[in-house]
């Protein structure tokens, strides 16, 4: 922790009421920031404003115009932003034969359509200088069978993320990704199509299969989206940068 790195700054994560984006705003918290945080479910939400004097927005990332309500919100009482963190996003499984329509909407109504009009909607209220982070996935680049929706999602997601970094470049605000491995948040226990024992089995082939031979704690990944939003990262812009125990080299 380097105290000075966020102090007085507004940082705004779409999806900072579990997980890795809890761990962030946990993070961002105390190295001096002002939060807004934006998720789905209430008592999360009320439980992170509590513990961190955030401003906790429930606001549906699959619907832009909430993530454009939830900015105006968190700028009225924060003022401009200094930081975007652009995390939230849902599992999913299916078979490339089994695969619906709806299921791949689903996917990628939040984590990539959903993702992009949520930076978007924070742009006009960015600071020049200031940085977004987006979170990604080891699973864009691995041919995991069932991953198909979330893989093309998070890929889409990084190409999306290198056109924000380009576009940007004008104002000195820095865009990058950080895609976490597998880490353990409570996004395993909702993998969408597939049970407790489905996701037991997955956490242990998963174990075998880590270079590392462990899951990561969403601290691990916070630290990483920390870096690349401080000043510490002045000229890293456009980069995914994977924090996944070594599986990038499978
Ligand atoms: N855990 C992993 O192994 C892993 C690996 C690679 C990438 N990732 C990525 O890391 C990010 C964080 O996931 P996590 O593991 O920390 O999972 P998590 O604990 O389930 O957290 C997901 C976050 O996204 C929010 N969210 C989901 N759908 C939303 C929506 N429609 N509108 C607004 N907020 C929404 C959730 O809010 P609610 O709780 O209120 O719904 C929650 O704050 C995701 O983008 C995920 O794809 C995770």
């Known amino acids: 922790m380097r105290p000075d790195r966020f102090t007085d700054s507004h940082v705004l994560i779409f999806g900072g009421n579990s997980g890795i984006g809890l761990a962030a705003a ?9 939060l807004t945080l934006t998720g789905r479910d209430q008592i999360t ?14 606001s549906d990332m699959a619907k832009p115009a909430e993530s454009k309500a939830a900015v105006a919100a968190g700028v009225a009482k924060h003022g401009a932003i200094d930081v975007v963190l652009v995390n939230a996003g849902i599992g999913g499984f299916s078979g490339v034969a089994e695969l619906t329509e709806e299921f791949w909407d ?8 959903g993702a992009f009009f949520a930076a978007q909607a924070a742009l006009p209220h960015l600071k020049d200088g200031g940085a977004i982070v987006f979170t990604g ?10 991953n198909a929706a979330y893989a093309a999602a998070k890929a889409g997601l990084r190409a999306a993320a290198r056109i924000f970094a380009a576009e940007l470049l004008p104002r000195g605000i820095r865009v990058n990704v950080v895609s976490p491995g ?24 998963i174990r075998a299969a880590v270079p590392m031979k462990r899951i990561a704690e969403a601290e691990e990944v916070a630290a990483a989206v920390l870096f690349l939003a401080s000043r510490e990262a002045s000229y890293i812009n456009g980069v ?10 499978l």
């Open 26 to 34: 946990r993070a961002f918290k105390a190295e001096g920031a002002r």
């Open 45 to 58: 939400l009320d439980e992170a404003a509590k513990e961190l004097g955030a401003l906790a927005l429930r």
């Open 106 to 113: 689903g996917v990628h109504g939040v984590n990539l359509r």
């Open 137 to 146: 996935s080891v699973g864009s680049i691995m041919a995991l069978p069932g």
């Open 182 to 205: 597998p880490t353990e948040t409570p996004l395993f226990n909702r993998n969408v199509g597939m049970g407790p024992e489905g996701v037991e089995a997955l956490r242990r082939e």
């Open 240 to 249: 995914d940068l994977f924090v996944d125990g070594g599986c990038v080299e």
